[in-house]
């Protein structure tokens, strides 16, 4: 009865709509905005990579990635990323947890210096790293008597990438540690729990997504930094370059085939890490959702 | 020490009921607690029977939940001893305390099934006292059956209303056998209906099991009608302690009159052994008052009304209203003095406006 006298109103095609619908154009317009977006912008350069990749044919392919130096490169980022992200769990956790879950003067302070990494550009973390430990900077004559080289060497190219990821892990894991509180952590305190106990039984599983999450948009980053690794490396082919300085210098040197054959290596590590994220969302996802609900 | 706490294990095999330990007494003597310069407890002093299901009551800030977390061990007071069967507490840890704590928004854990949850106290002991996973596993359910949740064992927290995550929350603090039981604000988060069978519940688990059993509350109701005394606490200090017939009917303090159910206070002073308004004597027999201006307290529903009464208190009704299986009505008493509110019975007709005159039937004086 109540449909016939609104009907009118209406127009008889609106019967039933949802009022929250946008009508159809509407909706076209906005998906097919979108969508247009994300070809322009990410899939087609993506493909591009690809295509120039395989230009000169597959034999030309594996040959730049099998190249020694091509090797070394690969080698050396996956050993920085290595060395680099689980700094940044540890790193992350241990600020997140003081900033979440303790009072203590200078917490401002401390969380935002854990943004500055982003706000600081690369090119400039990599140059204090030179300042403070090249050959003429403030503990570079000293580290050299001492044998010790960071600049222009494997320590610098860690040092650096940490610098520059240390903001991923700690800002998934404030917002949600601070909404979690520490009530659970009491709880199990109460129930007996170790301290050690708590932090891996309760407080870890409690943030392991975001912790999660945080590790590979890490090990996206450790893996492709290029600008202040770029300062720090010295460019020492089959030594010190890492997957995108090596791109780089192939680029320059108008290889481009092998340039984008390594290319496609680190984009396909980002699209490995990518359908690890999504496995295991898919995975967990009855766990994801109720450790988001409750 | 660790001796003590291991004492309180042992585990029944096949056993319907499970044979709870000897409750303890719980002794707070001269407790302080200090945040930064602001005092949050007073120098708190308060007996706790064995087996006693008592309430800390009071609006927030009066401390109650501070108390609480010392004796959780959760928080340490700045002077003052807690002793738990005579034994001082205070040196012992949080983990060693052996206290069942239930919080208001439960704390369950929520990657753990429920199952999980009330088994995680004995899981995480040390392997010397810890049981095995089966004995874990049936005392888990036999809690599940004493908290009335059979069959809930694999469902996640999220999947629970609130009620039985309080309840589950709950069996998971019994699990550890504790000495004693701490409930902070534990219905505080549910609705009315579900706090109001809750309560029942945990009365009827509380004399089943027997163990001392502290509530923090604000609410008044719960206070009054789950403990067996409820102690009244006002910025930091104990305002009264007592059963919830002494603490409504004996209220120590003016603070316990108007915080404890409805009440109306009226400016007086006290003369020649009587209660004045202005020039006229209450017909209120007054024991050994000394001289001086003084508060009347008296309950909305404790009076005597009649038409100008000599001796009552004189007023002119402001409003009435249906309040329930009750009648209102607001009267104002003149003079500066604001108003008093009685409480009558439904079909009270007989006058809704104009002068009336109240005795209180019950009442108490405080200078």
Redesign the interface.
Do not use: T
């Given at each position: 009865m109540s449909e016939a006298a609104i009907a009118p109103l209406l127009g008889s095609e609106n019967r039933g709509a949802i009022v929250t619908t946008e009508r159809w154009p509407v909706r076209a317009l906005l998906i097919g905005v979108a969508v247009v977006f994300l070809l322009l912008f990410l899939l087609l350069p993506l493909l591009a990579v690809l295509v120039e990749a395989f230009r000169a044919g597959l034999g030309a392919y594996f040959r730049a990635i099998t190249e020694p130096d091509a090797l070394a490169a690969v080698r050396l980022t996956l050993l920085v990323a290595a060395i680099a992200v689980p700094a940044n769990i540890v790193f992350g956790l241990a600020a997140a947890w003081a900033i979440a879950k303790f009072e203590f003067k200078g917490k401002s302070i401390l969380n935002s210096l854990i943004d500055l990494p982003f706000s600081v550009s690369p090119v400039i973390a990599g140059l204090i790293y030179v300042l403070l430990f090249g050959a003429q900077g403030y503990f570079g004559p000293y580290l050299q008597s001492q044998g010790i080289q960071i600049v222009f060497a494997l320590p610098g190219i860690v040092l650096a990438t940490i610098f520059v990821t240390v903001p991923f892990v700690a800002r998934e894991l404030v917002p949600l540690m601070q909404e979690q509180g520490t009530?659970?952590e009491?709880?199990?305190?109460?129930?007996?729990?170790?301290g050690w106990?708590t932090f891996f039984?309760?407080t870890l599983?409690?943030v392991?997504w975001a912790l999660l999450y945080g590790v590979i948009l890490c090990n996206a980053r450790a893996m492709g930094e290029f600008g202040a690794v770029s300062v720090v490396s010295g460019h020492i082919r089959g030594k010190t370059n890492t997957m995108p300085l090596h791109v780089e210098i192939l680029y320059n040197e108008y290889n481009f085939a092998a340039a984008f054959a390594v290319a496609s290596l680190l984009a396909l590590l980002a699209l490995v890490t990518l359908f690890i994220k999504v496995a295991l969302e898919w995975r967990y996802a009855e766990?994801i959702?109720?450790?988001r609900?409750? | 020490m660790d001796a003590l706490v291991s004492n309180a294990v042992n585990y029944p095999t096949e056993s319907d009921e499970w044979k709870w330990d000897k409750p303890v007494d719980v002794s707070v003597q001269n407790v302080e607690r200090r945040f930064g310069d602001t005092p949050a407890l007073h120098g708190i002093s308060l007996d706790i029977r064995a087996g006693e299901l008592i309430a800390l009551l009071g609006p927030s800030g009066s401390g109650k939940t501070t108390l609480l977390r010392i004796l959780a061990g959760l928080d340490v007071p700045n002077a003052g001893r807690v002793l738990f069967d005579g034994e001082d507490a205070l040196r012992l840890t949080v983990q060693e305390r052996n206290v069942g704590l239930v919080f208001q928004n439960y704390a369950l854990f929520r990657h753990m099934t429920v199952l999980e949850n009330i088994g995680f106290g004995l899981s995480v002991r040390p392997r010397s006292r810890r049981p095995n996973r089966n004995e874990i596993r049936n005392r888990a359910l036999e809690l599940l059956d004493l908290v009335q949740l059979t069959g809930l064992e694999k469902r996640y927290p999220s999947q629970l209303s609130g009620g039985q995550r309080q309840r589950v929350a709950f069996a998971r603090a019994l699990a550890i056998e504790p000495r004693v039981l701490l409930l902070d604000e534990p219905f505080g988060a549910l609705d009315a209906k579900v706090r109001r069978d809750l309560r029942r519940w945990l009365r009827e688990i509380h004399d089943r099991t027997g163990h001392t059993t502290v509530f923090v509350t604000h609410d008044q109701e719960e206070a009054l009608e789950l403990a067996d005394r409820v102690v009244v606490m006002s910025e930091g200090k104990i305002e009264q302690v007592g059963t919830p017939d002494e603490v409504y009917d004996q209220p120590a303090s003016p603070f316990v009159f108007s915080f404890i159910g409805e009440s109306n206070m009226v400016p007086v002073r006290v003369e020649h052994g009587k209660i004045w308004i202005d020039d006229e004597p209450l017909d209120l027999a007054v024991g050994d008052v000394p001289s001086g201006p003084a508060r009347l307290y008296f309950r909305p529903h404790d009076v005597e009304i009649g038409d100008s009464s000599p001796g009552a208190i004189q007023g002119q009704i402001t409003m009435q209203r249906r309040h329930g299986g009750s009648r209102r009505l607001d009267l104002d008493i003149g003079a500066g003095r604001g108003s008093v509110e009685i409480e009558l019975p439904a079909d009270f007709s007989h006058r809704t406006s104009g002068a009336i005159s109240v005795r209180p039937r019950r009442w108490r004086l405080y200078s």
């Open positions: 009530q659970d009491e709880a199990s305190l109460s129930l007996g729990a170790s106990k039984r309760v599983p409690n392991k766990q959702s109720a450790s609900r409750h | -």
